[in-house]
Nanobody, 121 residues
Framework: VQLQASGGGLVQAGGSLRLSCSVP????VGWFRQAPGKEREGVSC????????YYADSVKGRFTVSRDNDKSTVYLQLNGLKPEDTAVYYC???????????????????WGQGTQVTVSS
């Protein structure tokens, strides 16, 4: 499966962005990010049907994950952006949704190219 994240950009602190990821509807999706000099970290996950979601504590209440399976697209709405949210954001597709375990690095995600999000202070 080929994935492509899009929608990144440069915004001021407090601003918003909406990231998109094209992915077949039968995959659960995880959003991850990697800042310069840091390891990739999990941000949010959503089940294939969209009914179940999970968020990292650092983004809870600010980011919202959703999907439109008719359009084979998963979204990550980023609100209240902070400079520490600056990173390359990636979407990954996995066959099983595991809730809080969805950030497990042992899961066999299919990855696409990321999109850069830069938040200025």
């Amino acid at each position: 499966v080929q994935l492509q994240a899009s929608g990144g950009g440069l915004v001021q602190a407090g601003g918003s962005l909406r990231l998109s990821c094209s992915v077949p509807s039968y995959y659960a999706v995880g959003w991850f990010r990697q800042a310069p000099g840091k390891e990739r970290e999990g941000v949010s996950c959503i089940s294939s049907g969209g009914a179940s979601t999970y968020y990292a504590d650092s983004v809870k209440g600010r980011f919202t994950v959703s999907r439109d399976n008719d359009k084979s697209t998963v979204y990550l709405q980023l609100n209240g952006l902070k400079p520490e949210d600056t990173a390359v954001y990636y979407c990954g597709a996995v066959l099983s949704y595991l809730g809080a375990q969805c950030f497990d690095s042992r899961l066999e995600y299919h990855w696409g190219q990321g999109t850069q999000v830069t938040v200025s202070s």
